[in-house]
């Protein structure tokens, strides 16, 4: 994927021993392009200049800093940490409000979040056996599983 | 017995569904979302299964899931590829339950050219296809580029997430006690594809002020109106009118003979006159199942509770099974399982069972358990209908009640549709949030693959004659 091109070539920075200075000033700029990436995907042509499309981008990116537990200072971010801090921020970006869309041929669209996907979610019965249902967004899936895990399911008694 | 007319009309039903994918298949794409190392890159060694020749984790699962998008493609057409931008990412899950995974649309579109109806929602699959090129396309991120995203449990299986219940990724449907992510995989699709509402059916609000293609379809036939000409208050009135929201698409209705039993499960009393009706039943999973004509005899309660319920959660006292035996026994849901309270009144020599739910709601789930030394037919019915037929069961002598059911198929009705033959979505109450609406009713027989229940006998045919998912999606446009 694009995103994770782009981590590759910092690869080599993170790698070397480098001052603390540096090093900060490395993720400053690694944080600010993951956010400017993040505003340039949101500004589509396609985006209608709503004040929702305007604002989701700003609340979406944002810096990433990385702190060692033990010295609890600053530290380079390994790159599967980047590709999962992108990965969150581009779910976030996929889960927040629904996005206003334009098409230039004046079609009306709504990019959609995790809200309106519909989960697949399983639990054991007394039995053993697994009963499978569905539940709308990804708030109240986790809310069935949590639910689910305490009752242990009705449809054996 | 098929007239000639009836004959041709099913021919010419099964030809509508199966010409269009003729034309030309779909190129419904996966879009891997996945980093190195994870999810469908996973490179945990494996052994092949059930068909599936991948050597790791994420190539038996990458496999497996383009196995079931290729079985949409033989079935779609569309002048564009059908991204799905899916990923393996560890999901809610407990030792006890879990998210097996979701998908939907990426995008909505509405009032494009190509649309058969202005102001309806289409999800961005069908509206592309329609409109003749790709609604979602130039964005850098292919996440908003492709047409439905979907995401599965890479945690399922492990020790705090269901252990014990991977998903199986063979590809041969051979998935035994694990759960077969090609079913999952299809199902999950079918919602992206256009098996869903996406009117909230709790509050009856459109989303965004428009209705969805598949609210032209979802027909009422209480009223006799769509979800798309309702008001808000109709829709939630609706969303819970058990058994009384179909699916009003022509493909759909031609295809339901060819699919659908004959044969809806139903309880018909027949005295005294004060409770005489049908009765919507549940059906066990265990035990015979319900015939035509049916099995006759008196309601007979079963009484082991202070309080005048009857459990049978322990062998019948001689009160009891002298109640019982011979008639239909009645009993309460609650404290044991379905199988031995029936498995109790069998013993004590009663004919059939019939549950009551403790719980409020219709229309009346099935009876789950397995028990193979159970030789009587079993149903559950509401709490609302069990009130009703105790009352007029007080008056009863110690063998007999003069409360007369037959427990059968009614073989007038296909399993699954309504009187007119079009087949039920599923509308209980209370409403089932991401159940409800957007899925076929359980009653179908067979089990269909949009049952909100995705049930362990599901096959890898989304089509006639096994299946009506294709026959949908024909109605809304594809």
Same mark, same amino acid.
């Given at each position: 994927?694009?995103?994770?091109?782009?981590?590759?070539?910092?690869?080599?920075?993170?790698?070397?021993?480098?001052? $603390?200075?540096? $090093?900060?000033?490395?993720?400053?700029?690694?944080?600010?392009?993951?956010?400017?990436?993040?505003?340039?995907?949101?500004?589509?042509?396609?985006?209608?200049?709503?004040?929702?499309?305007?604002? /989701?981008?700003? /609340?979406?990116?944002?810096?990433?800093?990385?702190?060692?537990?033990?010295?609890?200072?600053?530290?380079?971010?390994?790159?599967?940490?980047?590709?999962? /801090?992108? $990965?969150?921020?581009?779910?976030?970006?996929?889960?927040?409000?629904?996005?206003?869309?334009?098409?230039?041929?004046?079609?009306?669209?709504?990019?959609?979040?995790?809200?309106?996907?519909?989960?697949?979610?399983?639990?054991?019965?007394?039995?053993?056996?697994?009963?499978?249902?569905?539940?709308?967004?990804?708030?109240?899936?986790?809310?069935?599983?949590?639910?689910?895990?305490?009752?242990?399911?009705?449809?054996?008694? | 017995?098929?007239?000639?007319?009836?004959?041709?009309?099913?021919?010419?039903?099964?030809?509508?569904?199966?010409?269009?994918?003729?034309?030309?298949?779909?190129?419904?794409?996966?879009?891997?979302?996945?980093?190195?190392?994870?999810?469908?890159?996973?490179?945990?060694?494996?052994?092949?299964?059930?068909?599936?020749?991948?050597?790791?984790?994420?190539?038996?699962?990458?496999?497996?899931?383009?196995?079931?998008?290729?079985?949409?493609?033989?079935?779609?057409?569309?002048?564009?590829?059908? +991204?799905?931008?899916?990923?393996?990412?560890?999901?809610?899950?407990?030792?006890?339950?879990?998210?097996?995974?979701?998908?939907?649309?990426?995008?909505?579109?509405?009032?494009?050219?190509?649309?058969?109806?202005?102001?309806?929602?289409?999800?961005?699959?069908?509206?592309?296809?329609?409109?003749?090129?790709?609604?979602?396309?130039?964005?850098?991120?292919?996440?908003?580029?492709?047409?439905?995203?979907?995401?599965?449990?890479?945690?399922?299986?492990?020790?705090?997430?269901?252990?014990?219940?991977?998903?199986?990724?063979?590809?041969?449907?051979?998935?035994?006690?694990?759960?077969?992510?090609?079913?999952?995989?299809?199902?999950?699709?079918?919602? !992206?594809?256009?098996?869903?509402?996406?009117?909230?059916?709790?509050?009856?609000?459109?989303?965004?002020?428009?209705?969805?293609?598949?609210?032209?379809?979802?027909?009422?036939?209480?009223?006799?109106?769509?979800?798309?000409?309702?008001?808000?208050?109709?829709?939630?009135?609706?969303?819970?009118?058990?058994?009384?929201?179909?699916?009003?698409?022509?493909?759909?209705?031609?295809?339901?003979?060819?699919?659908?039993?004959?044969?809806?499960?139903?309880?018909?009393?027949?005295?005294?006159?004060?409770?005489?009706?049908?009765?919507?039943?549940?059906?066990?999973?265990?035990?015979?199942?319900?015939?035509?004509?049916?099995?006759?005899?008196?309601?007979?309660?079963?009484?082991?509770?202070?309080?005048?319920?009857?459990?049978?959660?322990?062998?019948?006292?001689?009160?009891?099974?002298?109640?019982?035996?011979?008639?239909?026994?009645?009993?309460?849901?609650?404290?044991?399982?379905?199988?031995?309270?029936?498995?109790?009144?069998?013993?004590?020599?009663?004919?059939?069972?019939?549950?009551?739910?403790?719980?409020?709601?219709?229309?009346?789930?099935?009876?789950?358990? +397995?028990?193979?030394?159970?030789?009587?037919?079993?149903?559950?019915?509401?709490?609302?209908?069990?009130?009703?037929?105790?009352?007029?069961?007080?008056?009863?002598?110690?063998?007999?009640?003069?409360?007369? +059911?037959?427990?059968?198929?009614?073989? +007038?009705?296909?399993?699954?549709?309504?009187?007119? !033959?079009?087949?039920?979505?599923?509308?209980?109450?209370?409403?089932?949030?991401?159940?409800?609406?957007?899925?076929?009713?359980?009653?179908?027989?067979?089990?269909?693959?949009?049952?909100?229940?995705?049930?362990?006998?599901?096959?890898?045919?989304?089509?006639?004659?096994?299946?009506?998912?294709?026959?949908?999606?024909?109605?809304?446009?594809?």
């Amino acid at each position: 994927m694009k995103g994770e091109t782009d981590m590759s070539r910092h690869d080599s920075c993170a790698g070397r021993a480098v001052s $603390r200075r540096k $090093r900060i000033c490395l993720l400053a700029g690694m944080a600010l392009g993951l956010g400017l990436l993040a505003m340039a995907q949101e500004e589509a042509r396609k985006a209608s200049p709503s004040a929702a499309a305007a604002a /989701a981008p700003a /609340a979406q990116s944002g810096m990433r800093a990385f702190i060692d537990p033990v010295t609890k200072q600053l530290r380079p971010g390994e790159i599967d940490e980047y590709v999962s /801090a992108r $990965r969150t921020t581009l779910r976030s970006s996929f889960a927040p409000q629904p996005v206003q869309l334009r098409h230039p041929s004046g079609a009306a669209g709504v990019r959609l979040g995790r809200t309106q996907l519909v989960y697949s979610v399983a639990t054991i019965g007394p039995d053993g056996r697994l009963k499978l249902d569905c539940v709308t967004g990804n708030k109240k899936a986790g809310e069935r599983v949590m639910s689910s895990s305490r009752k242990g399911g009705p449809d054996v008694e | 017995m098929w007239s000639k007319t009836r004959f041709l009309a099913s021919i010419l039903a099964a030809a509508l569904v199966v010409l269009p994918a003729s034309l030309g298949a779909a190129n419904v794409v996966l879009i891997n979302g996945d980093p190195a190392g994870q999810g469908f890159n996973d490179p945990t060694p494996v052994a092949p299964v059930g068909g599936n020749t991948g050597t790791t984790l994420g190539a038996q699962r990458l496999i497996a899931f383009q196995h079931a998008l290729n079985i949409w493609s033989a079935q779609l057409s569309s002048p564009i590829d059908i +991204a799905v931008f899916a990923t393996f990412e560890p999901l809610p899950c407990t030792a006890g339950s879990g998210v097996l995974g979701a998908a939907g649309p990426v995008s909505l579109w509405r009032d494009f050219t190509g649309a058969q109806f202005g102001g309806h929602w289409y999800p961005d699959a069908l509206a592309s296809k329609l409109f003749g090129a790709d609604l979602s396309t130039g964005d850098p991120d292919p996440l908003n580029n492709a047409e439905i995203q979907a995401l599965f449990n890479s945690d399922l299986g492990s020790a705090n997430c269901l252990a014990g219940s991977p998903f199986y990724l063979g590809l041969d449907n051979a998935h035994g006690t694990a759960i077969d992510l090609v079913a999952v995989v299809l199902h999950e699709v079918g919602h !992206g594809l256009g098996f869903a509402t996406f009117t909230d059916g709790i509050t009856g609000a459109y989303f965004g002020g428009f209705p969805g293609i598949f609210d032209r379809f979802a027909l009422d036939t209480s009223t006799n109106k769509t979800w798309d000409v309702m008001t808000d208050a109709e829709r939630v009135v609706s969303a819970v009118n058990a058994r009384r929201l179909v699916w009003n698409g022509g493909i759909v209705s031609a295809s339901v003979p060819l699919v659908l039993q004959l044969g809806d499960p139903q309880m018909n009393v027949s005295a005294p006159a004060g409770v005489a009706g049908t009765y919507l039943v549940g059906t066990a999973g265990f035990g015979p199942p319900l015939a035509s004509p049916g099995l006759s005899g008196n309601l007979m309660p079963v009484v082991d509770q202070a309080n005048g319920a009857g459990l049978a959660c322990n062998p019948l006292s001689a009160t009891n099974a002298l109640a019982v035996n011979g008639n239909i026994a009645v009993v309460d849901r609650g404290t044991c399982t379905f199988v031995v309270k029936v498995k109790n009144a069998q013993d004590a020599g009663a004919r059939a069972v019939v549950v009551v739910d403790n719980a409020a709601g219709s229309p009346p789930p099935g009876l789950g358990g +397995a028990d193979p030394t159970i030789t009587i037919p079993a149903v559950r019915i509401t709490l609302a209908d069990g009130t009703a037929l105790k009352n007029a069961l007080r008056f009863r002598s110690r063998t007999r009640s003069g409360v007369l +059911a037959n427990l059968n198929l009614n073989l +007038a009705v296909r399993s699954g549709a309504d009187a007119a !033959g079009r087949a039920l979505l599923y509308s209980p109450n209370p409403y089932q949030d991401g159940s409800s609406i957007s899925h076929w009713d359980t009653s179908a027989t067979p089990n269909l693959l949009m049952e909100p229940a995705i049930n362990s006998d599901l096959s890898h045919v989304v089509a006639v004659p096994r299946d009506l998912t294709l026959s949908q999606l024909r109605d809304i446009g594809w």
